[in-house]
């Protein structure tokens, strides 16, 4: 049975945008337990200024201990994956180069997230819970993100929104998603921040540009977070970089909370709309389905589907920085219209990654074909070609074959299967519609 890939959502203020000390992780005693209770309860009238949402009922809270949050991550897992969705969620990734082959996909996940998290705020439960190890002082701004979380979810039902994100096959809807909350929830404690200073969220640089700039600093301070892959690191960064700099430019365009409420009616589908928010706010890009048909044609029989997901340009994006630069993968992903990312096995262990992409037009597919041309060459510096025309090549090196083929606005390819397997026309199969 073909398994359904999904982001996990944990609802929570991510310990690198707020530059916490590790020294002062200490376990807290029952007066400063009650200390974070009091200040949480004072803070509620802050956010609700802050955010013009009054609450509609009253915001449970309550502290829990790094090991307990520890667990409400390994439960949120188990929760919204079933037993093997992680694991070949990893496996298509290594196969794409974005893990490496030997992580533990699934446990690394959990212990990153874990490192991260300094409270979180559960749409299930409807109860704020604040990081018993983190002094007031520092509580203080992740208090205002989940209290936002809080009051999103009294208007704007965050869990019928998740409910309905865990039938998708679309991890990169999902991601958007995630970027419009988390965004909201900075923005909200940015303007905290800067209240003392009479400032804006809107009135800084481009938060995009400044919450990326941390990278450094969060290499040096967590561990976990520091030997992670990029493509880990980049999409844990995303919802709240990404997500700041999308409402900033959605308030300067009309600076209105109001406006940004109607936004939860009306869901960015897609990161490309959170990564060129005029693409949303202005000029409605809206992402094309794609639907890989026979995807298992070209092949020896016995192959079928184990997972399938949708990139979207953010991680198409990540995808060519594996062997090529930023900028140039960057660009090379922009006009971005839509894409189906299967993952196919044959039952003795061979396996292999078929990618279908539509672009905006004849140009941006080209620019990725070619973008992509240099991809295959880095990664099998010593392959012998199978094919090669203007618009396609297949090539094979050390018994692995890949192929690409570009039809007009559609880029079609075939990664990593066993040479064996795939027929000499492979890369001519499977078209997108």
């Keep these: 049975m073909t398994k359904n890939g999904r982001r996990i959502y944990l609802f929570c203020l991510m310990l690198v945008f707020i530059g916490l000390c590790s020294s002062s992780w200490a376990v807290l005693q029952e007066s400063q337990t009650s200390d974070l209770m009091k200040t949480a309860d004072e803070l509620t009238a802050s956010v609700v200024r802050l955010r013009s949402l009054e609450p509609k009922a009253p915001i449970q809270k309550g502290v829990k201990s790094r090991e307990e949050i520890s667990g409400y991550i390994n439960e949120k897992v188990s929760e919204e994956y079933d037993e ?3 694991r070949l969620e990893g496996r298509l990734l ?7 082959e030997a992580i533990d996909y699934t446990a ?19 109860t704020l819970f604040i990081a018993g190890w983190l002094s007031v002082a520092e509580q203080k701004p992740v208090m205002v993100h989940e209290l ?11 869990k019928k929104i998740m409910t309905e994100d865990r039938r998708l096959n679309n991890n990169d809807t999902v991601l958007a998603h995630q970027a419009l909350m988390e965004g909201d929830g900075m923005a909200t404690m940015i303007n905290y921040l800067l209240e003392p200073a009479g400032r804006h969220f809107a009135e800084l640089p481009d938060l995009v540009f400044v919450m ?5 600093s969060m290499n040096a301070q967590y561990a976990v977070f520091s030997s992670a892959p990029l493509f880990m690191k980049e999409s844990l960064l995303f919802p709240y970089g990404y997500g700041a700099g999308f409402l900033q430019k959605a308030w300067v365009k009309t600076p209105s909370w109001n406006a940004v409420n109607r936004i939860y009616a009306d869901l960015p589908e897609s990161t490309e709309q959170i990564m060129h928010p005029e693409k949303y706010l202005t000029d409605r890009d809206k992402p094309l389905a794609v639907k890989i048909e026979n995807p298992a044609a070209g092949l020896q029989p016995g192959w079928k589907v184990a997972y399938r997901n949708v990139l979207g340009e953010f991680s198409l994006g990540l995808f060519l920085r594996v062997y090529l630069d930023e900028e140039p993968g960057r660009k090379a992903a922009t006009g971005w219209g839509g894409d189906e990312v299967l993952l196919l096995e044959n039952g003795s262990g061979g396996e292999g990654a078929i990618i279908s992409t539509l672009w905006d037009t004849p140009d941006d597919a080209d620019k990725f074909f070619a ?23 297949a090539l094979a090196q050390n018994g692995e074959f890949s192929s690409i083929r570009r039809e007009g606005v559609k880029v079609y390819m075939m990664i990593g299967f066993p040479e064996a397997a795939a027929a000499a026309d492979a890369s001519k199969t499977g078209t997108g519609k």
């Design 371 to 393: 973008a992509m041309g240099k991809w295959f060459l880095l990664k099998y510096p010593k392959a012998q070609k199978r094919e090669e025309t203007p618009f396609s090549y």
């Design 212 to 216: 990326r700039s941390q990278f450094s």
């Design 108 to 126: 690394f996940t959990r212990k990153l997230l874990s490192e991260q998290v300094g409270g979180f705020y559960d749409p299930d439960k409807k």
């Design 148 to 158: 936002t979380h809080a009051l999103q979810d009294q208007y704007f039902d965050l």
């Design 84 to 86: 093997n969705e992680l």
């Design 94 to 100: 290594g196969k794409l180069g974005l893990l490496p």
